[in-house]
């Protein structure tokens, strides 16, 4: 930090010391700042001229918290809760004038203070959780003096924001100003708390809002047991223990309980899968064409077919404020598309998310066509057609006849090559692959394949839709499933191969469950229909190679019209249209028929081993997906996964995970199990060169 602009600046004026962070772009509390700032309050303190300090920040933010950056590194004093007490025990009286976000230990400092201002424009929140860490500046014993056991809880778990009106309600500030210049009314307040005589009003000597102790205890008790139902994550278990500390001790001893605690939270892998994740959502955004292209408008789009895909994409689109258009063959199909859009408002309006009024003002915005005319004046085309290309073909070539110039034309294919789409046409430059998830209005990740001759400005267009639907999206270049079904895959063939091996597929998803998964890979299958993968099986076997290992236990099923949850069974049984499977002695028959078919006499997997070839798997596809720049780096891998397939977020996804359990571990099992199959276990050349150079996939997010 350069000396003509240091991060913390503090002036006096009319006995006031204003104390201003300017740390661009969020004011994150990084080692200057806590400097800064403890320097401030002892100047403030020193000077005999100074009756009261008003804390701001600068820019678009109080503070957004610790400097998410520093974690994992050696620590540099003052540590914020050293610099948070030295706030608080201030004999002159302390107003924090907020605006913007005052998150984590943003907020921790305004808790320290003795009086808290915040303008319309303030989002307050305890967001630690998600980034597998707990307020660890004094907030988890601050904030329940502040607003009770209950709502310091409810924030500490879910890391939501809170607004002004809400934050005044429940007593974590005192005033809401009525402009936005967030300076100006902090100012007023000072001069109001002065005016009332300046009392000193510290946090820690708060006593009301935990004056019920009775109360107290049922709220961190039911918090308790609601975090044992949620698996997974270690940091809210230490969050409770922080609140009943607060509730049982002294604040000196809940600051060493919650310091213990927070350690602990640090040193937890979980913490570096997680802040991993917060990093890697944000750089995804950055694609080189973003960079050198404006996006097109967007305001009118097309949505070609309303099957499974087209309507959830619709639902996407109309939900982020778009005029569609939807297309399909004939009046029949279109109806049951405009239908399922329908469904999913009717299911909102059921558990009251939703009014009649509210629907029918979204459903103004949608328009049912037959003839391709209607898309004339589209900016936007997005096909969710038969995954056919004969189909697909025919599609745009509709569209390169009717749609204006400048019009975005998008496949949703999920395998097919984008290549081949687009050079039948006249403009394979407005030619671009928006690869959504099932449900489409729900999940999150939206893949971008580029194809060779597309312009920069239709790749920013699809980063820019993303941002209006709110997706997080991954660039990706064109080959056979792009970046995720790729992937997937492999290690879909890979879990095969233990089933046909030994294991059950029941073995399997528990594995996957164990590991972090919301589901496993049987599961899903149930739950999307086993058919889907069927056809493509088909559709590749006459190029598959010949002397790769194929396990026909899938298509056994299949062949039976068992395909899952639709049909009532699948890998599991669906009785009476139950959602959760159960168990079917018949599927593990047909396994064992298959296993006896192909000559394998069974052997039986530990969890751990399970675990390994199926991780090794993906691990090793995505360093080729990295390696053929099929993905950009390895971080683009990771948010596919955790984002498209339920890769346990706090693990950072599956490259981060190889890094922390270290690269020449996952390349030695790979050596291993390519003893039995080295066909599919062909190490990627860039997973061998990294282990020689002793390099991580990070060394290459960093490039
Ligand atoms: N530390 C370091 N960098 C941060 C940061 C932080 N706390 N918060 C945001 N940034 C960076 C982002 O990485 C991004 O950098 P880039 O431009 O190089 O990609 C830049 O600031 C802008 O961030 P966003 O793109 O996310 O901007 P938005 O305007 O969309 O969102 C925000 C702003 C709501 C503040 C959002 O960035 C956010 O949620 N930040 C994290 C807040 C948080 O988790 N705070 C708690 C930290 S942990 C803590 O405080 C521990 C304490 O208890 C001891
Ligand atoms: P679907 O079978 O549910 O829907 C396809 C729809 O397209 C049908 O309603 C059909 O009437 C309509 N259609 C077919 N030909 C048409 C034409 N020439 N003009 C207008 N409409 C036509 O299929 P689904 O699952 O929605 O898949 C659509 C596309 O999305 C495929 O390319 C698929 O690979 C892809 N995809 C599917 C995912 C999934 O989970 N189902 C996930 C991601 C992509």
């Not at 009024?357 to 038969?386: C, H, N, P, W």
């Not at 299949?558 to 959760?580: D, H, I, M, S, V």
């Not at 291993?672 to 150079?693: C, I, K, N, S, Y």
């Amino acid at each position: 930090m350069d000396n003509d602009h240091p991060p913390v600046q503090l002036t006096v004026q009319n006995h006031i010391a204003l104390v201003v962070i300017d740390n661009p772009p969020v004011n994150a509390l990084g080692v200057a700042v806590r400097r800064g700032l403890q320097q401030a309050i002892e100047q403030a303190q020193a000077d005999a001229n100074v009756h009261a300090v008003l804390i701001v920040g600068k820019g678009k933010a109080f503070i957004a918290g610790a400097d998410i950056r520093e974690f994992g590194l050696p620590p540099q004093a003052p540590a914020l809760p050293d610099v948070c007490n030295a706030i608080e025990a201030c004999t002159k009286p302390v107003v924090a004038a907020i605006h913007g976000p005052a998150l984590g230990g943003g907020l921790e400092v305004a808790m320290s203070a003795h009086y808290r201002v915040a303008t319309a424009s303030a989002k307050l929140g305890l967001p630690e959780v998600q980034l597998g860490l707990l307020p660890g500046a004094g907030g988890t014993q601050r904030a329940p003096r502040l607003v009770g056991a209950q709502a310091a809880l409810d924030m500490m778990l879910s890391g939501r924001h809170v607004g002004a009106q809400e934050a005044l309600r429940m007593g974590l500030i005192d005033h809401v100003a009525t402009s936005d210049d967030v300076q100006a009314e902090g100012m007023a307040y000072v001069r109001h708390v002065l005016s009332e005589g300046g009392a000193v009003r510290r946090t820690r000597d708060q006593t009301e809002a935990l004056a019920d102790q009775v109360k107290q205890q049922v709220a961190i008790d039911a918090a308790r047991a609601d975090v044992a139902k949620k698996r997974g994550l270690f940091s809210p278990a230490k969050i409770v223990d922080c609140v009943q500390a607060a509730l049982d001790g002294s604040f000196e001893g809940g600051l060493h309980t919650e310091r213990a605690l927070f350690e602990q939270c640090l040193a937890s892998p979980q913490r570096a899968g997680l802040i991993h994740s917060f990093f890697a959502e944000r750089e995804v955004l950055k694609a080189p064409e973003t960079k050198v292209a404006k996006p097109r408008s967007i305001k009118e789009v097309g949505v070609i077919g309303g099957g499974t895909m087209g309507a959830g994409i619709a639902v996407a689109m109309l939900d982020a404020g778009l005029q569609v258009t939807m297309l399909e063959r004939d009046e029949t199909a279109l109806a049951q598309g405009i239908t399922r859009v329908e469904k999913v408002y009717d299911g909102l309006i059921a558990k009251k998310r939703l009014t009649a009024e509210g629907k029918a003002a979204i459903m103004a915005r949608l328009t049912g066509a037959t003839d391709y005319s209607a898309l004339a004046q589209a900016d936007l085309v997005v096909e969710a057609v038969f995954e056919d290309m004969a189909v697909k073909h025919a599609v745009f070539k509709q569209l390169d006849a009717v749609c204006k110039p400048g019009a975005v034309l998008a496949t949703n294919t999920s395998y097919l090559d984008i290549n081949e789409i687009a050079n039948a046409i006249f403009r394979p430059q407005d030619v671009i692959g928006l690869h959504f998830f099932s449900p489409a209005n729900i999940m999150k990740l939206l893949e971008i394949v580029v194809p060779a001759k597309v312009s920069a400005d239709v790749v920013a267009t699809g980063f820019e839709l993303a941002r209006l639907l709110k997706k997080v999206p991954v660039r990706a270049g064109v080959c056979d499933g792009f970046i995720g079904n790729r992937i997937l895959a492999t290690y879909r063939t890979a879990a095969d191969h233990m089933m046909e091996d030994g294991a059950s597929p029941y073995e399997i998803d528990q594995m996957a469950r164990a590991f972090g998964y919301p589901m496993g890979p049987y599961e899903v299958s149930d739950l999307a229909g086993g058919d889907i993968g069927w056809a493509t099986r088909k559709r590749r076997a006459a190029t598959r190679d010949p002397k790769a290992r194929y396990v026909h236990i899938a298509d056994n099923l299949c062949e039976r019209g068992w395909f899952g949850q639709k049909t009532g069974r699948g890998y599991y049984l669906y009785p009476n249209g139950a959602r959760n499977g159960t168990p079917d002695p018949e599927v593990l028959a047909i396994v064992a028929e298959e296993r006896a078919k192909a000559g394998i006499t069974p052997r039986s997997f530990t969890a751990e081993e399970l675990q390994r070839r199926y991780l090794a798997a993906m691990i090793n596809e995505g360093a080729k997906v990295v390696e053929e720049g099929i993905a950009l780096r390895p971080l683009d891998v990771d948010v596919t996964l955790v984002h498209g397939y339920g890769f346990p977020r706090w693990l950072g996804g599956p490259m981060k995970y190889a890094d922390m359990v270290g690269l020449p571990q996952v390349l030695g099992d790979i050596h291993t199990f390519a003893l039995d199959d080295p066909l599919f276990w062909q190490p990627a050349a860039l997973l061998v060169r990294l282990v020689e150079e002793g390099r991580d996939f990070e060394s290459l997010n960093k490039a």
